[in-house]
């Protein structure tokens, strides 16, 4: 096996162990990168230099005995993420030259330990879709079949934790962008509870809605990173002061006590793939005879989450992207006066899609408007938190596919605005009630394509969700 293959675990044993040092695990996954990078587009930037500093660093802190977990670890983060010194696009050309002078909060925790940035991931733009088709920089394609999507927004980290350009990465999930691309690309992705991880650094999409968290290869090492990463921060007032449990430790303690819901609007769906459906009810069998009590439940506001969510992260879009007008950082276009500067950085810093938000949002915001439908979307949306309220009181956690289908074409939906929304069905739930959601693989399709099954929890219910998904895989 390669260096670049192993989890987070077993290289921090092998580091520990002394059988390889951190300059040579990097070496290993930069390898990959320049091997595999110009295949899959899953880097916008690549740290060479710095990396390999950063490992000399770690190296001197495990020789003199303060190694913590992460040290010496090589990871790579989402292009939407701050990080300090190091260029940060969002996949949009308005950032194209745009270096933070700090790392978003749940950064400085990894790096902190000693661990080291390989580079920045391609994404959707801002994290605008779930193919990865709406970068600036070109999309990402899937390492399992390079005429097919990565899935998105966090298409590039999933690509390469998959592909094993890094050990880990970090991406951000606020209506499906970490657990729908891990489950296209056959890895672990984990949506936070809303308020678990800070939101500082990250930037903002919709605010109510972001949340930011690992993306892996194993159960256990998503429960490492969340651990580290998870946590009350000054710095972002919606982070809960509830303490962080030490997740990796208590994966196997009474697991099989778990009471599991199949909620059945998730296997209605119109256009589902077969072989998906077939996949996860066969997995929901196996878990039956591992020993765990399965209820079928039912979640009747699901069908009113593609909606809701629609309006509100366009009208929270159209005002974060509002900072975003070529004079305080990121790229300015030539222009006569000031609404010129506006107008032309935004018309050439911006694709379609995000256009597209800052449009629907403005209209849904706007006097008149702003009842019928923000107001509105808020109220149904508490709807949708109360149908999983009232499933959490009967049942421990929920069993869904995380995505209708596996990875479609590149090209396939592009066009076709309301398909890319739809791909969204089990993967915003969730998110409109700031639940906690991950995907873990279940196999693959007979075409070699990665099927993800999604567990979602209650509120702060990370340590149950991370149970069952070591359980299950
Ligand atoms: N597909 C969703 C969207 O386009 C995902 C966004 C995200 O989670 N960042 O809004």
Redesign the pocket.
Known sequence: MNLNQLTIKKAHDGLKKKEFSSVELTQSCLDRIKERNPELNAFISVFEGEAIQEAKKADELIASKKQQTLTGIPFCVKDAICTADRRSTASAKILDNYTPSFDATVIKKIREQGAVLLGKNNC?TF????SNENSMYGPVKNPHDLTRVAG??SGGTAAAVADHMCIFGIG??????IR?PASFCGIVGLRPSYGRNSRYGIMP?ASSLDTVGPMTKTVEDAAIVEEIIAGKDSLDATTVDVGVPKYSKKLKVESKKLRIGVPKEYFETEGMDEEVKTKIKTKIGEMEKQGLEIVEVSLPMTKYAIPV?YII?PCEDSSNLGRMDGIRYGVREEAKNLYDVYTKSRRAGFPDEVKRRIMIGTYALSAGYYDAYYRKAQKVRTLIIQDFERVFSEVDLLVTPTSPFPAFKLGEKKDDVLAM?L??IFVAPA?VAGIPAISVPTGNTKAGLPVGLQIIGPRLGEEKIFKLANLIS
Request: charge should be negative.
């Open positions: 959707d994290g605008h879709g779930a998105g927004s951000e999930d606020t209506g499906g962008s729908q999409m969510y992260v929304y791909a969204d998110a």
